[in-house]
């Protein structure tokens, strides 16, 4: 088949420990899945299901990227959360099987347009343009979880210039990664490559222009950004 024009190279993320990088289907992220978190942005966490959106997979850049602030906003704000990339594909995954579908583990930055996103949320409209953009999706080298199992409770933590502003532990999440999981596959046909955002916990907060943005989760490599003037 021939293509008009070629693309940029399918994104992937580099593996600890292996030379062949992961390649990158689909983002999945996760909403208001750590109580502190809804309530600071004057939510209640949702008990019923978890909810979603996506980010494309051309919004990934590496961790250690020197990135310009993000156009189309004057309220860029991090989010700190741990991803999961998924290996094997399966529909209605049960709760019980789900870990069988993780890959690995990473550790991630939600970048958020926070302007934008409020402003969608007012005017009851779709939270895209808040959240997938240009390099917003940060990713870390990803672990094998056969290296990191059980993902257990880990300690999640994000600095900006050395100053700590999100510190809360992987227990605290609402929707656990396997329920995520075998929620998720009752809404898509899950696959390898896809990836899940599980979301933030307390203290995101806006950045700017020459900001130092670390995040950090306990066992896997860290995730950071400089930002550069637009
Ligand atoms: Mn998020």
């Given at each position: 088949m021939k293509l008009l024009f070629d693309l940029p190279p399918n994104p992937s993320l580099q593996i600890v420990g292996q030379t062949s990088r992961f390649p990158v289907r689909r983002?999945?992220?996760?909403?208001?899945?750590?109580?502190?978190?809804?309530?600071?942005?004057?939510?209640?966490?949702?008990?019923?299901?978890?909810?979603?959106?996506?980010?494309?997979?051309h919004s990934i850049a590496p961790s250690g990227a020197e990135l310009p602030y993000a156009l189309g906003t004057s309220d860029l704000h991090h989010e700190m959360e741990l991803v999961v990339a998924l290996g094997k594909a399966g529909t209605r995954i049960p709760l019980q099987s789900a870990h069988e579908h993780i890959f690995g583990y990473g550790a991630g930055l939600d970048m958020t347009r926070r302007d934008l996103q409020a402003a969608a949320k007012e005017k009851r409209r779709p939270w895209a343009t808040g959240?997938?953009?240009?390099?917003?999706?940060?990713?870390?080298?990803?672990?094998p979880a056969a290296l990191l199992e059980p993902i257990g409770p880990r300690r999640i933590a994000l600095s900006v210039n050395g100053d700590v502003r999100q510190d809360a532990q992987l227990s605290d999440m609402v929707w656990s990664v396997p329920e995520l999981i075998?929620?998720?596959?009752?809404?898509?046909?899950?696959?390898?490559?896809?990836?899940i955002m599980t979301g933030t916990p307390a203290g995101v907060g806006p950045v700017v222009a020459g900001d130092f943005i670390e995040g950090q989760i306990d066992g896997l490599p860290p995730v950071s950004l400089r930002l550069l003037p637009r």
């Open positions: 983002i999945f992220c996760v909403g208001r899945n750590y109580a502190a978190h809804a309530a600071e942005m004057g939510n209640e966490v949702d008990r019923e299901a978890p909810f979603y959106f996506t980010k494309s997979a959240k997938d953009f240009d390099a917003s999706a940060i990713l870390a080298p990803l672990v075998a929620h998720l596959s009752t809404l898509y046909t899950l696959a390898p490559g896809d990836l």
